[in-house]
Each structure stands twice: as C-alpha cells, then as structure tokens.
Nanobody, 115 residues
Framework: QVQLVESGGGLVQPGGSLRLSCAAS????????VAWYRQAPGKERELVAT????????YTADSVKGRFTISMDSYKNTMYLQMNSLKPEDTAHYYC????????WGQGTQVSVSS
C-alpha cells in the first residue's frame, strides 16, 4: 500500500528556512506527478508546488514563487520542499501527494512562522 510520511516542520522565525521531506513507500515517486499542499486552520487546502513526470516544476503558487522549491531524490524515494524567506502567512500544515493516488495522504507536518 502507498504510504507518505512528511517531516521537517517546526517553529521558525520570519526570514528563516525549513526543508520538508516526504518519504514514500509502496510507490516509486520517479515517473509520477508529485505535489506539495498546505492548509491553514479555517482555510481551504492550497496547492503549493507541482513536479511533472519528467522532474520539472510545472506550478508554483504565486505566494511562494521564488522562495519555495520542490525537488526529488529518486534514490531515497523522497520528495522535498525547500522553504526560504519564510513569512508568518506560510504557517500551515503541509502535505505531499501523488497524482493518480490522491486518496493517500500522510499526517502532514506543521510549519509555524512566528517571532
């Protein structure tokens, strides 16, 4: 079965950086469309960034463009979200997901940006 485990979140000051990880099992990430989402309390889930089957970023939300980067390590079967210049409005619970396997969600990882 497909399992996704997000990690790397935490509390960081504005302007700081975090690198989120999404370790996958039961599926090979390479060759699939992968994405990062986030959801803040009381708000709808937001698509943050998407990588296509060829490993190219095809979407980055305007709110994070230039600050967040999606990537993948095929050997580790893990995808990442590098987050730089974090802002308080980036505070949310972050999830990864795989195209074609959208029913599979991990517990996510909490990112809190505050001084």
């Amino acid at each position: 079965q497909v399992q996704l485990v997000e990690s790397g979140g935490g509390l960081v000051q504005p302007g700081g950086s975090l690198r989120l990880s999404c370790a996958a099992s039961g599926i090979i990430l390479r060759g699939n469309v992968v994405a990062w989402y986030r959801q803040a309390p009381g708000k709808e889930r937001e698509l943050v960034a998407t990588m296509n089957r060829g490993g190219s970023t095809i979407y980055t939300a305007d709110s994070v463009k230039g600050r967040f980067t999606i990537s993948m390590d095929s050997y580790k079967n893990t995808m990442y979200l590098q987050m730089n210049s974090l802002k308080p409005e980036d505070t949310a619970h972050y999830y990864c997901n795989i195209g074609g396997y959208t029913a599979y969600w991990g517990q996510g990882t909490q990112v809190s940006v505050s001084s």
